[in-house]
Structures are given as C-alpha cells and as structure tokens.
C-alpha cells in the first residue's frame, strides 16, 4: 500500500491510501444488479460513446462533458504517472476481455470514496466495451 501522493488530494481532508492501481483479473467484484444503472460504454481507445445518468452523478460531471473523452481526461493532471498506468491497465484488458478492481479518491468536496468497476470487452457489440462502477458504502468507524 502507498500514500495518496499529495497532487491528487482534494481540500484537508484525511490522507486516503491506494491498496492498488491494477486490477483484480477475471473476478467480478460487481454484478449488473448491484451497479445501480451506473455504466458506460467505451471505445477501443477509451473514449466514452455512451454514459448513463447515474454514471454521470458518480462522476459529478454531466453527461455531455463526458462524451468523446479519454478514460484519461477526467484524471488528475497532476498525478505523474496516471497516463501510463491508464494505458497498461487498458492493454491488460484488451487481453483479457475483462477486469475489474476498485479505486479509491475524493468527491469534489474532499470527501473519501471508493468505487468497485468492471470491464467488459466488446459487451455491447464489437469495440463497445462496457464498464459498470459502484460506489462502496463506507467502512464502519471504530467507536
């Protein structure tokens, strides 16, 4: 485990730590039940085709900001290595046909968060690759 690196850090809030920045390979931490609507498809390239509501609010953007983007655009530009690791994770999906994991950052407000996805290839037809993300309930605090 590493610290959260300082540049992707959103207001004071508490450090949050990064368990991983790869994916879990082959095992569905979510099913299509549990991902509340919230998907999108994606392009060989990882650019969003289609993007639901409820991903959306997830991502705190509108839809319409989304569409035609890289995966990558909507990272924190500052964090030095996220491109690269972007780009290896989405070679190692394309190899697979799927992944899936959980990530870990802060909503606008500074606010901690983690997201269980998935990724599936071409699940809504050839190069339309589906991803569907969750957002986790929040561990327990110790009392």
């Not at 983007?69 to 500052?78: K, Q, R, W």
């Not at 491109?83 to 697979?96: M, T």
Request: aromatic share 8%; net charge negative; proline share 7%.
């Amino acid at each position: 485990m590493t610290v959260q690196n300082e540049l992707a850090r959103h207001g004071e809030d508490p450090v949050i730590w990064y368990a991983f920045r790869t994916a879990t390979l082959g095992v569905p931490l979510i099913d299509d039940a549990e991902s509340e609507g919230a998907w999108a498809i994606l392009d060989d390239e990882r650019r969003f085709l289609e993007v639901s509501r409820a991903f959306a609010t997830i991502a705190e953007l509108p839809v319409r900001h989304m569409l035609g983007h890289l995966v990558e655009d909507f990272s924190n530009p500052a964090d030095p290595s996220i491109r690269q690791d972007i780009e290896r994770l989405w070679r190692e999906f394309l190899r697979r046909g799927r992944i899936s994991s959980t990530l870990r950052f802060n909503y606008d407000d500074g606010r901690p968060r983690e997201l269980a996805y998935r990724l599936e290839a071409s699940a809504d037809g050839p190069g339309r690759h589906c991803l569907s993300v969750k957002v986790l309930p929040e561990p327990p605090e110790n009392g």
